[in-house]
């Protein structure tokens, strides 16, 4: 029993110098932390600017760039383009409605060569194939079909640019990245993986080509899809508006 008793004292005994041993050696790493914190100094990364940020991601920046600018417009100008009033010019359409009640297709069609739009051209073109002493609504119907196609075409053509700009500015953010990468790369099989500054600059230019090219395609994709719902909105209305001023006509015709 005394025998158990020392052998447990001395393991406990060991366990202790253990410990404290242990709790030295931290105890020393840390005032060594600490000393080494307090002589070392502090250096501070320098701020770069959007211009040193610009000229950092290299070639690439120069197509993004060029994309920024145009999809830029393109948004401008569909917000002044797409719109319900300068598509439909719905104050001249009532002055045609009532010229096509009395018949007076000179007077329409005067109206709507000094009010340009897509809706009035459409309705020009079914006018000028109406003839009142043998009417028939085949040969106005293909005018108005073959002029809503031509007519309507015009502004989504504008509008699907923007869709080119948003899936072309990430794909050359991605080729500047990868472009960045081949230099990082060839960095390290040159000078090895010690140049640590030669190392970050080319993966800077690889990240920020990467980041421009979605800060300038996610708004191209964006207004894409909110001017092509837009878009498609008007031409609805494009369609009745025009039915209705060709069941006027023939509403006309037929109550002479």
């Given at each position: 029993?005394?025998?158990?008793?020392?052998?447990?004292?001395?393991?406990?005994?060991?366990?202790?110098?253990?410990?404290?041993?242990?709790?030295?050696?931290?105890?020393?790493?840390?005032?060594?932390?600490?000393?080494?914190?307090?002589?070392?100094?502090?250096?501070?990364?320098?701020?770069?600017?959007?211009?040193?940020?610009?000229?950092?991601?290299?070639?690439?920046?120069?197509?993004?760039?060029?994309?920024?600018?145009?999809?830029?417009?393109?948004?401008?100008?569909?917000?002044?383009?797409?719109?319900?009033?300068?598509?439909?010019?719905?104050?001249?359409?009532?002055?045609?409605?009532?010229?096509?009640?009395?018949?007076?297709?000179?007077?329409?069609?005067?109206?709507?060569?000094?009010?340009?739009?897509?809706?009035?051209?459409?309705?020009?073109?079914?006018?000028?194939?109406?003839?009142?002493?043998?009417?028939?609504?085949?040969?106005?119907?293909?005018?108005?079909?073959?002029?809503?196609s031509e007519e309507l075409a015009g502004p989504y053509v504008l509008i699907n640019y923007l869709s080119v700009v948003g899936s072309l500015s990430p794909m050359v953010g991605l080729l500047g990245t990868v472009s960045g990468m081949?230099?990082?790369?060839?960095?390290?099989?040159?000078?090895?993986?010690?140049?640590?500054?030669?190392?970050?600059?080319?993966?800077?230019?690889?990240?920020?080509?990467?980041?421009?090219?979605?800060?300038?395609?996610?708004?191209?994709?964006?207004?894409?899809?909110?001017?092509?719902?837009?878009?498609?909105?008007?031409?609805?209305?494009?369609?009745?508006?025009?039915?209705?001023?060709?069941?006027?006509?023939?509403?006309?015709?037929?109550?002479?």
């Amino acid at each position: 029993m005394n025998r158990v008793n020392k052998q447990s004292y001395g393991g406990f005994t060991a366990f202790l110098v253990l410990i404290f041993i242990l709790l030295g050696t931290v105890s020393v790493t840390a005032q060594d932390v600490a000393s080494a914190l307090d002589t070392k100094q502090v250096t501070t990364v320098p701020n770069k600017s959007l211009i040193d940020m610009y000229k950092t991601g290299g070639w690439a920046m120069y197509p993004l760039t060029f994309f920024s600018i145009a999809g830029f417009g393109l948004i401008i100008y569909n917000f002044m383009a797409v719109q319900p009033k300068v598509m439909l010019n719905t104050k001249a359409l009532m002055q045609v409605d009532n010229s096509l009640e009395q018949l007076d297709i000179d007077s329409a069609l005067k109206i709507c060569a000094e009010n340009q739009a897509p809706t009035t051209n459409i309705i020009a073109a079914g006018l000028k194939r109406a003839d009142l002493n043998n009417y028939k609504q085949g040969p106005v119907k293909e005018a108005i079909e073959e002029a809503s196609s031509e007519e309507l075409a015009g502004p989504y053509v504008l509008i699907n640019y923007l869709s080119v700009v948003g899936s072309l500015s990430p794909m050359v953010g991605l080729l500047g990245t990868v472009s960045g990468m081949v230099k990082a790369f060839n960095a390290i099989e040159a000078e090895g993986a010690g140049s640590a500054q030669l190392l970050a600059g080319n993966i800077s230019e690889a990240l920020i080509t990467t980041a421009s090219g979605m800060i300038v395609g996610i708004p191209a994709m964006f207004f894409f899809f909110f001017f092509k719902n837009r878009y498609g909105k008007i031409t609805s209305r494009v369609a009745r508006v025009v039915g209705d001023l060709e069941f006027t006509l023939s509403k006309a015709v037929k109550n002479r």
